[in-house]
């Protein structure tokens, strides 16, 4: 047995598990949020990344990497880090979510001749959470910085050039590439001309590793494999693999899966990125999730728990009662305009199960139509993983299995990024073709009656269809 780290660094924290390279049973962990300075906000949008390697620090504080022979590292991603000819940072590091760079994607979009030129060069639509986005940012608004920048790294990759001791050659991995919006997973290649077209010359950019590539060895002869981004990384730590989809239930929807090849979707809908196993990771999204269900839960004066407990007290169907969860707009269908709405209010409906089952039933039918948008395209969805503190409640534990119409598999609140990296850790050590296998603990699998369960649940999304054929006949598919 040897002893694997794996480190995610996200938004605001890091988190570490050290695990056994053969099972991967968990021995040690430690998180620490990442330290910035007094009166500035954890979900900040740009940042020191030296902050991150404090946070590394202190989150391995204690020996936990003692006995370790091996580290991966994941990262959110999608994050700009700019150096100039000599390596130095420009500026401090734009991260995924900052908004600045709306306009400049939308730009990018025009500049190329609208979203179909982009889906044929790299499979997607690029968001304002893409890295080239930021690029297109800063030519507009920080020139003088823009033209400084000789070299641009992601997250991941520059927590390994410092494990690593700012090598030569830095190195980046195929699924954390792919969300840069300028290299392809259609080809494989970096498009030198979309770096171009966002800053206006072109720049050093990392070597893609293979899957089970080292990056290094650190001056102390720790192995540093390829790193990954954060999706890539839970993927897998989850152990996911061809017919596995993820449902992921924050405030806004993320569903993705396994899939053998990039999937080309002309409606820009799909997002298709890389994952860290020579696979891909198609993703659409949703604008509307978890939060449904809490702004329900307030209006009829509960909790999450509280809802949860109120639509089981209901039926499938919620007595004629639909809600299309429409509350910001919605991307998946393409309704930017949207509002919810609530119908089939009769004297036996207006009751707060009913209208908590809706709430319920309308965010899972939602999420299905998305998880359907993935079908079209060939991707194949035979089990489903839901993720979230939402997806844990008894409510939506109950009504998913039957709205998506496959098993679904509910893991425990974990480190799954941290405990990806690890393993991909174990991977590049072993050397071998494929990753080691490590069980999944304690998941909780649902599978739906094949007979009763599955009409059960194809009657509540006709109901559910019917409903949004008629507000929003242009989103009816």
Not at 446 to 454: A, F, K, N, R, T
């Amino acid at each position: 047995m040897a002893i694997v780290a794996g480190i995610d660094s996200s938004t605001t924290r890091t988190r570490i598990v050290a695990c056994d390279s053969d099972t991967g049973a968990v021995l040690r962990q430690g998180r620490a949020p990442h330290p910035l300075p007094e009166g500035v906000d954890a979900r900040t949008t740009e940042v020191d990344p030296q902050t991150w390697l404090h946070s590394l620090g202190d989150a391995a504080a204690g020996g936990l990497l003692e006995g370790v022979r091996a580290i991966g590292v994941s990262a959110q991603q999608h994050g700009l880090i700019g150096l100039d000819a000599g390596g130095v940072l420009v500026r401090p590091a734009l991260l995924w979510n900052d908004p600045r760079s709306a306009g400049a994607a939308a730009s990018l979009v025009d500049a190329l001749g609208g979203p179909g030129p982009w889906v044929e060069a790299i499979a997607a639509v690029p968001a304002p959470t893409y890295t080239i986005a930021k690029l297109r940012w800063l030519a507009e608004f920080e020139p003088a910085s823009a033209k400084r920048i000789a070299e641009v790294l992601l997250p991941h990759d520059w927590l390994i050039s410092q494990l690593l001791g700012s090598p030569r050659r830095r190195t980046t991995d195929r699924g954390d590439a792919s969300g840069t919006g300028y290299w392809s997973p259609i080809t494989g290649e970096y498009r030198q001309d979309l770096i171009k077209l966002a800053i206006g010359h072109e720049l050093r950019v990392p070597d893609v590793l293979g899957p089970a590539e080292p990056a290094g060895h650190t001056p102390e002869g720790l192995l540093i494999s390829a790193g990954t981004g954060d999706n890539m990384a839970a993927a897998l730590g989850l152990g996911l693999g061809p017919g596995d989809a993820v449902v992921s239930l924050g405030g806004n929807g993320t569903i993705f899966a396994v899939h053998d090849q990039p999937v080309v979707d002309p409606s820009g809908l799909i997002s298709s990125f890389a994952d860290a196993t020579g696979r891909h990771l198609p993703m659409v999204g949703t604008l509307n999730a978890a939060q449904v269900l809490r702004s329900t839960a307030t209006v009829l004066g509960t909790d999450l728990e509280g809802l949860s407990a109120l639509a089981q007290q209901s039926s499938p169907g919620s007595y004629g009662l639909v809600l299309l969860p429409y509350l910001d707009g919605e991307r998946t269908p393409k309704l930017p305009h949207a509002a919810g709405t609530l119908t089939g209010l009769r004297m036996e409906s207006m009751a707060p199960q009913h209208f908590a089952r809706a709430a319920v039933e309308g965010m899972l039918c939602n999420i299905a139509d998305a998880v359907d948008v993935l079908r079209s395209h060939g991707v194949g969805v035979r089990r489903i993983f839901l993720l979230g503190a939402v997806g844990r409640l008894g409510a939506v534990r109950e009504i998913a299995p039957l709205v998506f119409g496959v098993p679904v598999v509910v893991p425990p609140p974990g480190d799954h990024a941290a405990r990806g990296a690890a393993r991909q850790a174990a991977w590049a050590l072993a050397g071998t073709p494929e990753p080691p296998h490590w069980e999944l603990p304690e998941v909780t699998t649902i599978v739906p009656d094949q007979e009763h369960d599955l009409a059960v649940g194809s009657a509540v999304r006709q109901q559910y269809a019917a409903v949004r054929g008629q507000v929003h006949p242009e989103a009816a598919g």
